[in-house]
C-alpha cells in the first residue's frame, strides 16, 4: 500500500503524458521486483518448513546437512543460509536442540538409561550428549532427570 500511495502522489506530479509512461514503467519494475522478493522469501520459508520435517521424522537417524538438501532438492548452502536466518540457529544446532527435548521427555518419562537414551538419538557418545543437553537445558541429564522425573514423582504420591 505504502508503495501505491508514492506513486499515486508522484502521477499527481506529472505534467505530460511522457512523464506518466515513465513512470508507469518504473511503477511496473517497482511491483515486479517486490513480487520477486516475496516470492523468494515464501520459497525460502517452504524449504525451511520442509526441512524441519524432515528433521522431524529422522530424530533416530544420523544424516548430515547435505543430505536433507539432496531430499528437498535444494542447494546446501541455500538451504543452510534461509534456515539460519529465519530460525536464528543452525541446521546442526536445530537438530541437536530437537534431539535434546526428545531425549528430555524420555529422561523424565521413562527408566532408561542415559546411554541408551544417547544412543537412541545418535549422539555419538554418552559424554558428548552430556555436553549437548547441558547447552540446551543448563543442566546434566542426570541432573535433569533428578527435577523432572514424573514416574518417581507419580508413584509417591506427589503431584
Do not use: W
Amino acid at each position: 500500500h505504502d508503495l501505491s500511495d508514492l506513486y499515486l502522489q508522484k502521477i499527481a506530479k506529472c505534467k505530460t503524458i511522457e512523464e506518466m509512461a515513465a513512470l508507469t514503467g518504473k511503477m511496473q519494475y517497482d511491483y515486479t521486483q517486490q513480487v520477486y522478493k516475496e516470492k523468494i522469501k515464501r520459497k525460502g520459508n517452504l524449504y525451511v518448513e520442509k526441512c524441519k520435517d524432515y528433521i522431524a521424522k529422522n530424530l533416530r537417524k544420523s544424516f548430515q546437512v547435505h543430505e536433507i538438501a539432496e531430499e528437498l532438492h535444494a542447494n546446501r548452502t541455500y538451504l543452510s543460509r534461509v534456515f539460519s536466518e529465519q530460525e536464528g540457529i543452525s541446521i546442526q544446532e536445530y537438530v541437536t536442540k530437537e534431539r535434546c527435548e526428545h531425549a528430555a521427555n524420555m529422561l523424565k518419562y521413562t527408566d532408561y538409561s542415559i546411554a541408551v537414551i544417547a544412543e537412541y538419538f545418535c549422539f555419538s557418545t554418552q559424554s558428548h550428549f552430556g555436553k549437548q543437553f547441558k547447552k540446551v537445558y543448563g543442566m546434566t541429564p542426570k541432573e535433569y532427570r533428578k527435577a523432572n522425573r514424573y514416574i518417581g514423582s507419580f508413584f509417591k504420591g506427589e503431584f
